[in-house]
């Protein structure tokens, strides 16, 4: 009897498979923002228009979140977050213990790939100053994730940001997710408001009375958030597209069906997210599927992950491994997990677009969310041809270094006039010339 995923499975063997692999694709990018031209980026303009002061921040975050806050309600006092971190301490002990070991987890990844620990800041032709104050986007609507706040204020502390905001919509109990709140007071940020969504985006860039700006927005989150990063990037700095959720999992043979139907679900129940499998093997990708349909049931969001794999996810069964990679860079996922045993490490090379690789069968998506140190806040859409995961590098400046001495400019001057005046800037010339003339300058 047919059954409502089948249609997600596709192979090179049907007359159609380009066309529909392209549909795959056109749902993932779909789901990253709304591009130039999307009926539905004109709210989005609309909100970034309108708040421009605390009464529309909490117009908007009734409307979405179904929440009443006054002004004054936006904040998180250091008070409610203390008292989140003891009840934490108190009740769950293990979890605590868990975040902890997370943070120094990603503090020390952060810190032994941050450029300023390198040669290279020796070099005195340049200078790394970390960014002053820094938004992070804390998604909290389909699930709340306290994990983001680990995997993008850690980061900026390694790079030495002294302001760190964290805004969040209230969607537990009219506030935020109180492991959230236990997590920010761990990493001593007092700086916390209930508020999310493209209305706190704009708050941060503009400024309202209770909400002061920042100079980069980073962290995850839907539609809104990152069309709303996208349009006021310029104003401030942003991170990346990063959001919502995808992965895209090689698999050959070797894999096994149950283990990659599981990743494939651990992104889909994000909902909206998106899972893809791409495969050389048609037994494989039917073991997978029917590994779908049997797990997808025992899930507590199974109706909505169902819908998002329907409606945002595939698997594809390519002729041979090469089309497979060639199809992979195209499709340039935030995670790509490749579960094709010894030939593993083989294909990772030649992966040239992906925010996040896991190799191997004991590498899913989740450890790098929660454990293994890079951060999960990664480049979505296609944005990773462009985009780099976020990293400690992400929250410093860097500012070019120039002093020449008298003989220095002397022996460089005659090239620097000719490369000013071939381009007609007559001023740029007689700036060099003038110093090469100290008896007429003194004169």
């Given at each position: 009897m047919p059954h409502e995923l089948d249609q997600i499975l596709i192979s090179h063997e049907q007359p159609d498979f380009r066309n529909r692999l392209g549909k795959f694709l056109d749902s993932k990018l779909g789901l990253s923002h709304f591009g130039v031209g999307a009926p539905n980026r004109h709210p989005v303009e609309e909100i970034l228009d309108e708040v421009v002061n605390d009464e529309a921040v909490a117009k908007y975050t009734e409307r979405f979140d179904k929440v009443t806050l006054t002004p004054d309600q936006f904040r998180v006092s250091k008070e409610d977050l203390k008292k989140a971190h003891e009840e934490l301490k108190k009740n769950n002990p293990k979890l605590l213990a868990s975040i902890q070991q997370a943070i120094k987890n990603v503090r020390k990844y952060q810190e032994e790939i941050f450029i300023t620990n390198k040669k290279v800041n020796q070099h005195p032709g340049i200078k790394y100053t970390p960014i002053k104050r820094v938004g992070i986007c804390v998604p909290g609507a389909s699930a709340p994730l306290p994990s983001t706040v680990i995997m993008c204020a850690v980061p900026a502390q390694v790079a030495g940001v002294k302001e760190i905001v964290v805004v969040s919509p209230p969607r537990y109990e009219g506030s935020i997710h109180p492991v959230t709140l236990a997590v920010c007071n761990e990493l001593g940020i007092d700086e916390v408001y209930r508020v999310g969504g493209a209305q706190a985006v704009a708050a941060l860039t503009f400024s309202t009375e209770k909400i002061k700006e920042v100079d980069k927005i980073v962290g995850p989150g839907n539609q809104w958030v990152q069309t709303a990063k996208q349009l006021v990037f310029g104003t401030v700095g942003i991170d990346s597209i990063a959001g919502p959720s995808e992965v895209l999992i090689i698999a050959n043979e070797k894999a096994n069906p149950a283990w990659v139907a599981a990743d494939m679900l651990s992104q889909a129940e994000h909902n909206p997210g998106c899972a893809f499998l791409f495969s050389t093997s048609q037994k494989v990708a039917g073991n997978v599927l029917e590994e779908l349909k049997k797990q997808v049931g025992q899930l507590n969001r199974s109706k909505e992950t169902i819908a998002c794999l329907k409606a945002h996810s595939g698997i594809a069964v390519f002729a041979n491994m090469d089309e497979l990679v060639k199809k992979a860079n195209e499709f340039t996922a935030e995670h790509l997990e490749i579960q094709c045993g010894e030939q593993s490490r083989e294909i990772e090379?030649?992966?040239?677009?992906?925010?996040?690789?896991?190799?191997?069968?004991?590498?899913?998506?989740?450890?790098?969310?929660?454990?293994?140190?890079?951060?999960?806040?990664?480049?979505?859409?296609?944005?990773?041809?462009?985009?780099?995961?976020?990293?400690?590098?992400?929250?410093?400046?860097?500012?070019?270094?120039?002093?020449?001495?008298?003989?220095?400019?002397?022996?460089?001057?005659?090239?620097?006039?000719?490369?000013?005046?071939?381009?007609?800037?007559?001023?740029?010339?007689?700036?060099?010339?003038?110093?090469?003339s100290p008896l007429k300058n003194d004169s």
């Open positions: 090379k030649k992966i040239k677009n992906a925010g996040a690789i896991f190799i191997g069968d004991y590498s899913p998506v989740a450890v790098g969310d929660y454990w293994a140190g890079p951060s999960h806040t990664l480049p979505t859409g296609i944005s990773a041809k462009f985009f780099s995961a976020l990293s400690a590098n992400d929250f410093i400046k860097s500012t070019s270094i120039i002093e020449y001495d008298k003989e220095m400019l002397a022996e460089s001057a005659e090239d620097i006039i000719r490369l000013a005046e071939v381009e007609g800037l007559d001023a740029h010339a007689k700036s060099i010339k003038i110093r090469q």
